[in-house]
């Protein structure tokens, strides 16, 4: 039986900021004032916002205490399904950090910015590379946000042809986001099944893609982790009636040097730095969703965007049929000048290499694990591998109990009940960044808490037990939302 | 969750096959979700109900029903005119687990057609359908 | 390559596991068409040492302070952020952590939140308030589509005097929706001619920002009065969260919404992003609300602790009915302005806000003895415009030689305003420096 690899250490408590301080304290070194006092009139002036007053050692220590209870990709494995929990280089928050970049006003006349130009103009280069395609922009904030910008350049691309169409095909594997960034267009999301083997047969898209359908979002390889094969053929046949061909390309670590979605048929794709580009999720975010697209389909993409001129590069706004704005300013220029960096230090090669070994990581634990869970789809994967809960079924132990068990065993569970076509599914993805004995342990851990289902399945229903919490009273939280202290 | 056979189904009561039941009262339907239905959303952490006064047509969404992870829409088993809603639902949406057929009711309709309540399935049908899905 | 793990010995034996012969094996049931021959066209790798090297080059060809005297705002600000939230963002728990979904895993991130929550909706003086947002802009879009969706009314009306760009940003997001905007005039004093309101019709929204884009405190109070009066929500924008350190926050005027940006809040400028969305609501709306909610609960113990909530608004759930497609947030930001706000306090905030409005107060004073004119006559908190005789376009070219940044010419962005510029002052500009501003304007 594995030995799980967590201690019980000394972790400490901690309550809520406002439980803390005292009137007086402050934590901040105010600026001396070297200028008179210039008092606002009272009319204008507000009361003090309510705030805690802590000193600095209060805010250190209770900062420190609740990244105690986090679990990171530093702590260790994080197999989240679609994803992309790779090591996280510390050497691109050196380069982000640096003051020519943090301190960089976004509005500085073009002559007074070059660096960050240069930067953002060789990053679009290396992603349209990568892709395939022609065009970049690095405006979007987040991949829901690169797919929102997709969607405004098809609606406008359609526009521009004298019909708009107000229906999209999407995958039923298809992420949430993807019919709600439809839907914010104003498009009619319309699934399209997928076939016994998982993936999409071109023959669905032939009997649904018609004058009303503005195109179909694909993702490749798709949730479950599956190449979709027909996807030349999808291509023509929605190119044939007029449509476009969105890709979404958060799962482009699998096939970096091995497709280029621009060359089989993709119009549009968008990318998640924070994940394919190893970008910190951050608890959430900051990411970035840069869009990149076929040359004919430059002109509607946001402004401004970055060009040059023997060598010195600007920021042009000069494009009518541009979509718009997205974000107030350029972009993510924090997240992209780590993205940046991640491609300079993986060069070509690193990162063809990294798209295999993510591919091998992620058979290996296929291979491994599909005696002991049930495999949804019994062939080769990409990046990822999906199982569900079948064989557990029978103890009455869920996708959701040998979730909360992993934690105990120190790991951070798979994501759990996506894709929706597959019942308790359990998505892994390993990343390239993992190394096998890693993996072996996680195999071990698994298989272990699947004998538990079955002999002392109790230990599964009251998982976990090692964490600051419990399990959470999440329908609780639902009925009498608790939102501010 | 509960096996079919243990799916309380009163026998006073008329149901659609989309989950929802309807007693007849004089002039007025009451409608509400099944004992199935509420055994399969989970603990129902929110009720959205429609306004009062507004026609809805047969198969038509009149409310959505949230659990913690997911979103149900109910669908209008019978046209008619909504006369009342349930205002405590707002409060305590539990009341829909806990008394489906009772406190739990939804809203009350005022039928284009009395007669509408009558085809729909009795309990034993609506027991049969839920077997023929299980 | 050290991020890449696998020896060959790793990968031989892996290779066996799955049986593939090699490692394009792997993609050989991919058809030949889809599968790119070659290699990418990319500059080979180069080690940390030239990538720092590379880089130390590329960020040395930007303009910053000291080399630099740079007066620029216009939604983006220059504060001073404490050693201790820079040490504390460090903390690799936060920053290679992935969003709270399960929650045992992440009290740290989820707490976190949620005290940002409490402090972003006590500085705004709104009931709840979401867990960030890509930056203000993309909030304000967002809450033009909530209010729209709680009116059932299609028409908004966004001052002239919000930030040019969030103007834009709400433009592309209702360019595919066909609501309508339509926009509010200026008036001479710098502010917005809310009397325009009366002739506007049925509303869904009223936008309104304050400071606004010239750095003039608008009245939230009237412009909730007139939209509330019309059936219409206040939404209330700003760029400068600092500011509602002094001023009246826009709950306790009436707004309905509240979108801003917080960067002011400890968050580097970095060349314009990540920033900071901060949108904020009345309690009454809270199912409206777009973006990640923390909420508090119990365990099974009974303990305290804190989950993503009310997760039915949201695209994963609800896909295309969902309140918007948002998925991620700006999490890490949102942790940094709390961390910010935690080391200020409440009296911090007040002294720290004060400043700001002193030192801009100041090189006002200092400007129009060197001969420049302050156009607009309403009170100003950090930003303000400043013309001269002549127009100051010329100064400003002058003074870019001197390298000083003063401010932004606004002629591209409102053509009535050509010749003037958009200054800023924040607690980081110092007296000798305003002097020098103003002694190089003189000349």
């Known amino acids: 039986m594995t030995e799980s690899m967590v201690q019980s250490t000394l972790t400490l408590d901690e309550p809520l900021l406002w439980e803390r301080g005292k009137k007086g304290r402050c934590g901040f070194s105010l600026p001396a004032r070297d200028v008179p006092e210039s008092p606002l009139p009272v009319a204008l002036t507000g009361d003090k916002p309510d705030f805690p007053d802590l000193s600095e050692i209060e805010v250190v220590r209770h900062y420190t205490r609740l990244s105690t209870w986090n679990y990171g990709v530093d702590t260790g494995f994080y197999p989240l399904g679609s994803c992309t929990m790779k090591y996280n280089p510390k050497t691109n928050e050196r380069q982000a950090a640096l003051k020519g970049f943090a301190a960089a006003h976004p509005l500085l006349p073009a002559a007074l910015s070059q660096g960050a130009l240069r930067l953002m103009f060789a990053l679009e280069r290396d992603l349209a590379e990568i892709t395939g395609l022609d065009a970049v922009t690095l405006q979007p904030a987040a991949g829901a946000q690169g797919e929102l910008t997709g969607m405004l350049i098809i609606h406008a691309w359609h526009r521009s042809r004298g019909k708009q169409r107000t229906r999209i095909l999407i995958p039923d594997t298809a992420h949430g986001t993807n019919p709600a960034s439809a839907a914010l267009c104003g498009y009619t999301p319309v699934p399209v099944p997928s076939n016994e083997r998982g993936i999409i047969a071109s023959g669905a898209v032939e009997g649904l893609m018609d004058d009303k359908t503005a195109g179909i979002m694909i993702t490749n390889p798709n949730t479950l982790g599956l190449f979709e094969e027909n996807i030349r053929e999808i291509a023509r046949i929605v190119h044939e009636r007029g449509g476009l061909v969105y890709g979404d390309g958060a799962n482009m670590n699998a096939v970096m040097g091995v497709v280029k979605p621009g060359v089989i048929g993709v119009d549009i794709l968008h990318l998640n730095l924070h994940k394919t580009f190893s970008t910190p999720h951050g608890g959430g975010g900051p990411g970035a969703g840069p869009v990149a697209v076929r040359k004919e389909l430059a002109r509607f993409l946001p402004i401004p965007r970055v060009s040059e001129t023997g060598g010195t590069y600007e920021l042009r706004d000069d494009y009518p049929d541009s979509v718009g704005r997205v974000l107030s300013f350029h972009g993510h220029f924090g997240v992209l000048a780590r993205a940046y960096a991640y491609i300079r230090s993986m060069g070509p090669d690193g990162l063809a290499r990294a798209s295999r070994l993510a591919v091998l990581n992620a058979n290996y634990i296929r291979e491994r694990l599909k005696g002991t869970l049930h495999l949804a789809y019994d062939r080769p994967c990409m990046h990822e591998c999906v199982f569900s809960d079948r064989n557990q079924q029978a103890s009455g132990i869920s996708t959701l109990d040998m979730a909360k068990r992993l934690m105990d065993y120190g790991y951070h569970p798979p994501t759990i009940y996506f894709p929706l076509i597959v019942h308790g599914a359990i998505m892994i993805e390993p990343t390239e960044t993992e190394t096998k004995e890693e993996l072996d342990r996680f195999i071990e851990a698994f298989e272990t808490i699947v004998r538990e289902a079955q002999d002392n399945p109790q230990l599964l229903r009251d998982a976990p037990h090692v964490c600051k919490v419990k399990r959470l009273d999440e329908t609780e939280a639902a009925r009498n939302p608790c939102l501010t202290g | ?134 | 390559m050290r991020y890449l793990p696998h020896t060959d010995e790793d990968i031989a034996a892996m290779l066996g596991v799955v049986r593939c012969a090699d490692l394009d094996g792997l993609f050989a049931a991919l058809p030949a068409d889809c599968r790119v021959n070659g290699e990418l066209r990319l500059p080979a790798a180069l080690t940390e040492w030239e990538l720092d090297d590379h880089m130390d080059r590329l960020a040395g060809a930007m303009a910053v302070s000291p080399e630099y005297l740079i007066f620029l705002g216009a939604g983006s600000y220059d504060h001073r952020i404490p050693a201790v939230v820079s040490s504390l963002l460090a903390r690799s728990e936060f920053v290679t952590s992935y969003t709270p979904y399960q929650p045992e895993l992440l009290q740290g991130t989820l707490q976190g939140l949620y005290e940002y929550q409490t402090l972003a909706a006590r500085l705004l003086g709104m009931e709840v308030a979401t867990a960030s947002h890509y930056d203000g802009a993309a909030a304000l879009a967002e809450a033009l589509l909530m209010a729209v969706r709680i009116t059932k009314k299609k028409r908004v009306a966004l001052s002239r005097a919000i930030n040019p760009h969030y103007r834009q940003v709400v433009r592309t997001y209702f360019a595919p929706t066909g609501y309508e905007l339509i926009e509010i005039p200026l008036l001479a004093t710098g502010l917005t001619d809310l009397a325009r309101l009366e002739s506007a019709g049925e509303l869904a929204a009223v936008a309104l920002q304050s400071p606004n884009f010239f750095g003039c405190i608008e009245d939230f109070r009237e412009a909730a009065e007139r939209a509330h009066a019309g059936g219409a929500l206040l939404v209330a924008t700003f760029t400068e969260a600092l500011a509602y350190g002094l001023l009246k926050n826009p709950g306790s005027q009436g707004a309905d919404i509240a979108a801003g940006d917080g960067q002011s809040l400890g968050i580097p400028r970095s060349f314009g992003g990540p920033a900071l969305g901060m949108l904020a609501s009345r309690k009454q709306y809270m199912r409206n609300l777009p973006g990640r909610l923390v909420g508090q609960t119990k365990d099974r113990a009974g303990k305290r602790g804190f989950v993503l909530t009310l997760a039915t608004r949201e695209q994963h759930i609800r896909r295309e009915k969902a309140t918007s497609n948002i998925c991620s947030n700006n999490s890490l930001c949102a942790l940094t302005a709390a961390m910010y706000l935690a080391s200020l306090g409440g009296t911090g905030i007040r002294e720290l806000a004060a400043l700001n409005h002193d030192k801009a107060e100041y090189l006002k004073k200092a400007l129009t003895d060197a001969g420049c004119v302050i156009p607009f006559s309403a009170p100003t908190f950090n930003e303000f415009v400043v013309t001269a005789p002549g127009g100051f376009d010329a100064r400003y070219r002058r003074l870019i030689e001197k390298k000083i940044v003063a401010g932004l010419p606004l002629g591209p962005y409102y053509p009535e305003l050509a010749g003037h510029s958009l200054l800023c002052v924040t607690e980081t500009a110092s007296r000798e420096n305003m002097d020098a501003l103003a002694r190089e304007v003189k000349s």
């Open chain 2, 1 to 134: 969750m509960k096996k079919i056979e243990e799916i309380h189904l009163p026998d006073e009561l008329r149901y659609s096959p989309d989950h929802e039941w309807v007693r007849m009262e004089s002039t007025v339907a009451r409608v509400g979700l099944t004992d199935y239905a509420q055994d399969q959303l989970g603990d129902i952490v929110y009720a959205e109900l429609p306004s009062v006064g507004i026609r809805v047509e047969q198969g038509a969404v009149f409310a959505t029903v949230e659990s913690v992870k997911s979103v149900s829409e109910c669908i209008m088993p019978l046209a008619g005119e909504i006369t009342a809603v349930n205002a405590f639902l707002a409060d305590d949406p539990a009341i829909l687990n806990r008394s489906p057929y009772g406190e739990g009711w939804m809203v009350l309709v005022k039928p284009d057609d009395p007669a509408a309540g009558e085809r729909l399935l009795t309990a034993e049908r609506y027991r049969a359908q839920l077997k023929g899905e299980g």
